[in-house]
Every structure is written in C-alpha cells, then in structure tokens.
C-alpha cells in the first residue's frame, strides 16, 4: 500500500512532469509540443529519441535567473530554518518540561494556527508588517521607534512569514523527541557535579538531535519552494525559485522549461536527503 501511494501520487506526476521537460514549447493547449506519444507505438518511441534534446536544461545554465533564484531560496530557506530552530528549540524545550497536566494543551495552542487557512494567516501579516499596520504602530507608540519602519515588501517579511508559518513543524517532532527525554540521565549529570547549562549542552542537545533534523527538513524543504509568502510579504526584488516558476508556467507559458525548473529544484532538495539518510544508516550500523 504505501508503494503503491508513492507510485499514484509521487513517482507518476514527477515522471509526466519529466516528460513535458523534454518537450519543445507551442501555441497549443497545453502549450508544449511532447516528444514522445504512447498511441504512435514504435515510430513514436523512435521519434521521441530523434527529437529527444537537453535544450531546456541547458537554457537553465545560460539565463542567470534561473541560478540566482536557486541561490537565493536556499539562503532564505536556510536562514528561514535557522531563526526557526532558535525560536523553536525553547519552545519546545518549555513544553517537554511543563507539567503533564499542561502539556496538552500547549499542544494545541501550537497546532492552532493549522485550523486557520494558509493565505488568510499570510495575509494576515501585511497588516501587521506594513507602514501603517499594529508593529509600527506599537513601536512607535513605546517610543521605541520615531518613524515607521519599511518591513513589508522586503526579505525580513519574508523571514517573518515563514518562521511563523513553519514554526509548528519544527516544534512538534523536536518536542516528541525531548518529551521522551530520560531525565535521570540529568539528575545523575548533577550528582556528579556537572553544571545545568552543561548537561544540556551535553546530554539534552545531542539526545534531541532526530528531532532537530527532522524539524530542519520539514521546515527547509517546502521553504525552498515556497510562493505565496515571498509573492505577498516580499519585494519586487525578492527572488526566489516558486515566483520563478509560478512566471514561467503562468505568464510565459513555457511548460517545458518550467518542468526542467521544477525537476531541477526536486533533485536539489531530494539528493542531499538520500546521501544523510545513507550516512546515518551507516552510521547506525557501525553503532550496532
């Protein structure tokens, strides 16, 4: 079952969008002329290699957009991912040694959001971030600021939204893996006379390291690829590879380059995921 659940709904849209990949572009609907079709049997198998080509990967390297936006979403991914362990790890860490009676509902307040839709909590951020919105006004009211500052329509909105909206799945599998922390491990660090601070950076860090990597991934992955946040929150200047490929399929309707786009990003994200899994299966086998 669960194989075939990848086949239906991984492995089969990513070959279709594989194929279109090779095809040329067309005024047509779609607007993609394929290079291989099933019904000319044969002849169309021998048509699909004589017309089969690299050109829409190569024109990946030759325009410079298409680079950059993969520079800078893994950047602001990274970053992204970064501020959202910083702000997560205590949260979680606090919600792990709250009392049992109170952990459930802590629970919930961080699932919360999750019954709010998507978009209206993104928009919800450009009345807040912007000149006029509640943080300036809140600055400027403390004082703290003497005019309104420029957040929205800039990368420090984008952080902003995705450190928000991603929060959670950076928070729940870090707090499953300190919930289940054995605590006597640090009652015996302290006996023997290990400070607090060290024993967490000792004992609790490296014991909470699945659910780091774990939270890092669910955040990073769908970071890289967003589009809405960095389409409402951020600037004109805020490249990022989903604007990208949201112009190239929507606005230049050029489904093939688009789809070498898409296959490209999918392999910047899935190769380094399969060679860390490959070294901590390693790694667990020289353990055993």
Partial sequence: MPYAWLLFFF????????????????????????????????EGIKAMFAAFSFDNYLWLTEDDLYWRSYLSSVSIAAISTLITLIVGYPLAYGMARAPKAWRATLLMLVILPFWTSFLIRVYAWIGILKNEGLLNQALLWLGVIDQPLTILNTNAAVYIGIVYSYLPFLVLPLYASLEKLDTSLLEAAGDLGCPPWRAFWTITVPLSLPGVIAGCFLVFIPAVGEFVIPDLLGGSETLMIGKTLWMEFFTNRDWPVSSAVAVVLLLILVVPIVLFQNQQQKAQEKGT
Avoid: Q
């Fill in 11 to 42: 492995l089969l849209p990513f070959f279709i969008v594989f194929k279109i990949s090779f095809s040329e572009i067309a005024v047509a609907i779609p607007p993609y002329a394929p290079v291989f079709d099933p019904a000319a049997g044969w």
